[in-house]
Nanobody
C-alpha cells in the first residue's frame, strides 16, 4: 500500500521558519522524482520545489527561490522542505508528490499558515 504522509505544518509568524517532512512507503522511493506542491484557498495547486532521483537536481518556483530548500533522504524514504523567511502569501496546504515511472502518488497535505 502506497503512503505519503506529510508533517511539520502549523502556524508561524512572518519571517519564521518551518520544516515539512514527507514519509513514503509502498513504492521504490529511491527511483522516484519528488516534489512539493501547495494550494492556497481559491487558487490552483502550484509546484513549489522538485528534486530528481538521479543526481538530486532541484528546481524551485520563482516565488520561493532563496527561501525554500528541498532535500531527500533515500535511506529514510523521506523528502523534506525547509522553509525560511516565510511570508503570508506562503499560506497554503502543502502536498508532497512522488512520481515512480508512469505512476504518481500524493500525500494528504499539511496546512501552513503564516500570520502575525
Amino acid at each position: 500500500q502506497v503512503q505519503l504522509v506529510e508533517s511539520g505544518g502549523g502556524l508561524v509568524r512572518p519571517g519564521g521558519s518551518l520544516r515539512l517532512s514527507c514519509a513514503a512507503s509502498g513504492f521504490t522511493f529511491s527511483s522516484s522524482a519528488l516534489s512539493w506542491y501547495r494550494q492556497a484557498p481559491g487558487k490552483e495547486r502550484e509546484l513549489v520545489a522538485a528534486i530528481t532521483h538521479v543526481g538530486g537536481f532541484t528546481t524551485y518556483a520563482d516565488s520561493v527561490k532563496g527561501r525554500f530548500t528541498i532535500s531527500r533522504d533515500n535511506a529514510k524514504n523521506t523528502v523534506n522542505l525547509q522553509m525560511n523567511s516565510l511570508k503570508p502569501e506562503d499560506t497554503a496546504v502543502y502536498y508532497c508528490k512522488a512520481r515512480a515511472g508512469l505512476r504518481e502518488y500524493w500525500g494528504q497535505g499539511t496546512q501552513v499558515t503564516v500570520s502575525s
